[in-house]
């Protein structure tokens, strides 16, 4: 595989996209869906998530989280596929592009967008890197369930006519706890080889079984949220149909309490990517078919 998109780690895009599906679904619900911000925002949203992950394969590089030792997928910098130079350059070409397409959905939605956009780049940055790498700190959950949930979801809906409105911020709690379990699956796949590099992940500071614990309430509580909703009133009866991708949760959480070892472990990251797809793509089908 060429080392760009190696390092671009694939597998985890769909937590980008979903947000996106999400967030303009709820748009085209309301009347106000038009596929250049759709296009433009997607884009964005990729730039900055595959920012993250050449940022991420970098600093793990740099500071030995990435070793032989490792069971996950290959790094590219740590196994010298890239030079530390040619990631730096790839970061920020992603982040670049993420600005540009960003200038575009600033002229459509304002300031709000200027911020969202600042605050990402700068979070993105400071998940691995900087002086508090908050992602060597039990933070990750955190970034993800607000960065690629809450701010990706309402973000994605308020570029359409500046307006967050409910639906959006109910939908965002789902998508960022969907988007948080990749991560969990991810650390708990990594947890031995984290603890030894001094990575504190949430997975190393609370250890395997509650862990594995977290992962499957953080599953069990997006559907929770959304049958929630439907009863309050928030989200139509028809995103119930995101129930229909119950049983694509079923093995990945039965094989993150059975296994240790890392091809079945990789199996849930992308079990669980592939899960929060579906579960968008349902959300989003549910609030198109009663508009």
């Given amino acids: 595989m060429n080392p760009w998109v190696l390092a671009a780690r694939p597998a985890t895009l769909p937590a980008g996209v979903a947000a996106v599906v999400v967030g303009s679904?709820?748009?085209?619900?309301?009347?106000?869906?038009?596929?250049?911000?759709?296009?433009?925002?997607?884009?964005?949203?990729?730039?900055?998530?595959?920012g993250v992950n050449y940022a991420n394969d970098l600093a793990d590089a740099q500071k030995?989280?990435?070793?032989d030792a490792r069971i996950g997928p290959t790094r590219a910098?740590?196994?010298?596929?890239?030079?530390?130079?040619?990631?730096?350059?790839?970061?920020?070409?992603?982040?670049?592009?993420?600005?540009i397409a960003g200038v575009y959905l600033i002229s459509l939605a304002g300031w709000v967008i200027l911020a969202i956009g600042i605050v990402s780049i700068i979070a993105a940055l400071g998940y691995t890197n900087g002086p508090i790498p908050y992602g060597y700190y039990g933070f990750g959950e955190v970034f993800v369930f607000v960065f690629f949930g809450l701010v990706a979801t309402v973000g994605t809906r308020y570029v359409?006519?500046?307006?967050?409105?409910?639906d959006a911020w109910v939908s965002g709690v789902s998508m960022g706890l969907l988007a948080a379990a990749i991560l969990v699956?991810?650390?708990?796949?990594?947890?031995?080889?984290?603890r030894i590099a001094g990575k504190r992940t949430l997975a190393v500071i609370l250890g395997?079984?509650?862990?594995?614990?977290?992962?499957?309430?953080?599953?069990?509580?997006?559907y929770a949220v959304v049958g929630t909703a439907v009863?309050?009133?928030?989200?139509?009866?028809?995103?119930?149909?995101?129930?229909?991708?119950i049983p694509l949760a079923?093995?990945?959480?039965?094989t993150i309490f059975s296994q240790t070892e890392g091809p079945p472990l990789i199996g849930v990251l992308k079990a669980t990517a592939r899960l929060q797809l579906v579960f968008a793509a349902l959300l989003a089908l549910g609030v198109l078919i009663a508009a």
Avoid: C, H
């Avoid at 106000?32 to 997607?42: G, K």
């Avoid at 030995?64 to 070793?67: F, I, Y």
């Avoid at 989200?235 to 129930?243: D, E, G, R, V, Y």
């Fill in 25 to 50: 679904a709820l748009a085209a619900a309301a009347g106000v869906f038009r596929w250049d911000a759709f296009v433009v925002t997607l884009f964005a949203a990729l730039a900055i998530q595959i």
């Fill in 64 to 67: 030995g989280a990435d070793t």
């Fill in 77 to 99: 910098v740590a196994t010298g596929l890239l030079t530390s130079g040619q990631m730096k350059r790839g970061i920020a070409v992603a982040f670049g592009l993420a600005a």
């Fill in 160 to 166: 359409y006519d500046r307006a967050a409105p409910a």
């Fill in 185 to 194: 699956a991810n650390n708990v796949r990594d947890i031995e080889t984290d």
């Fill in 208 to 222: 395997r079984q509650p862990a594995r614990w977290m992962y499957t309430v953080m599953l069990f509580v997006a």
């Fill in 231 to 245: 009863a309050a009133g928030v989200l139509p009866s028809w995103t119930m149909l995101t129930f229909v991708s």
């Fill in 250 to 254: 079923v093995q990945p959480v039965r």
